[in-house]
C-alpha cells in the first residue's frame, strides 16, 4: 500500500526507537545553557511603559502645518490640485 502508483513516501527517521531519544535527552541535559541562571530574565514591562510615555508625548495634530495651511488660506496663496482631489476621492470610494 505504500507504494501506489509507484509514489514512495519519503524516508522517516526511526521514531519507535528508545535508544534516539534517551540520547538526545542526556546530551541536552549534560550542556551547561541548558541550565537557566537566575540572572536570566526578559522584562517588557519598563520598556512598554517608555513606548506609551513617548507616543502620548506626540501630538494628535500637527499645530504647525494646520497654522501655516491656515496662513495661505487666509492670505489667498493656498493652491489646490483638483487633478489630484478628484484622483485621492476615487481611491477612497474605491476603498470602500
Do not use: C, H, W
Request: glycine residues 2%; hydrophobic residues 35%.
Amino acid at each position: 500500500m505504500a507504494e501506489i502508483n509507484n509514489i514512495k513516501p519519503p524516508l522517516q527517521p526511526d521514531y519507535n526507537s528508545t535508544r534516539n531519544v534517551n540520547e538526545r535527552n542526556n546530551s541536552a541535559a549534560a550542556t551547561p545553557a541548558a541550565k537557566q541562571s537566575p540572572a536570566d530574565k526578559v522584562s517588557l514591562s519598563d520598556t512598554l511603559a517608555q513606548l506609551e510615555q513617548s507616543l502620548a508625548d506626540v501630538p494628535v495634530v500637527d499645530t504647525a502645518k494646520v497654522d501655516a495651511i491656515k496662513q495661505s488660506i487666509e492670505d489667498g496663496s493656498y493652491q489646490i490640485d483638483s487633478q489630484e482631489l478628484a484622483r485621492k476621492m476615487i481611491d477612497f470610494e474605491g476603498d470602500l
